[in-house]
Nanobody, 119 residues
Framework: QVQLVESGGGLVQPGGSLRLSCAAS????????INWVRQAPGKGLEWVSH????????YYKNSVLGRFTISRDNAKNTLYLQMNNLKPEDTALYYC????????????WGQGTLVTVSS
């Protein structure tokens, strides 16, 4: 059974840091493109970052470039998102999702972990 389980969200002050985790089961993480996608309260889905299979190249939304880092630990079959210098506009439910292309083509999603950036 394919499953993605996010963790690591919470309340943090502006300028703070969090590390999100996405534990995969039922498949090998390194065999797939994996994304972080977020949804702010009352808004639509927003792609944040993804990591390629194989070469491990990473890509980021412009607004998080230089602040967020996506990585994976193949031994643990786990994806991470290190988030530094967090801003209130980063407040959202963060999902990891498997696949490439439009959101409808991502074929496995976690339940999400909530990040709230507020003083």
């Amino acid at each position: 059974q394919v499953q993605l389980v996010e963790s690591g969200g919470g309340l943090v002050q502006p300028g703070g840091s969090l590390r999100l985790s996405c534990a995969a089961s039922g498949f090998t993480l390194d065999d797939y493109y994996i994304n972080w996608v977020r949804q702010a309260p009352g808004k639509g889905l927003e792609w944040v970052s993804h990591i390629n299979t194989g070469d491990g190249h990473t890509y980021y939304k412009n607004s998080v470039l230089g602040r967020f880092t996506i990585s994976r630990d193949n031994a643990k079959n786990t994806l991470y998102l290190q988030m530094n210098n967090l801003k209130p506009e980063d407040t959202a439910l963060y999902y990891c999702a498997r696949g490439r292309g439009s959101y409808s083509r991502l074929d496995a999603w976690g339940q999400g972990t909530l990040v709230t950036v507020s003083s």
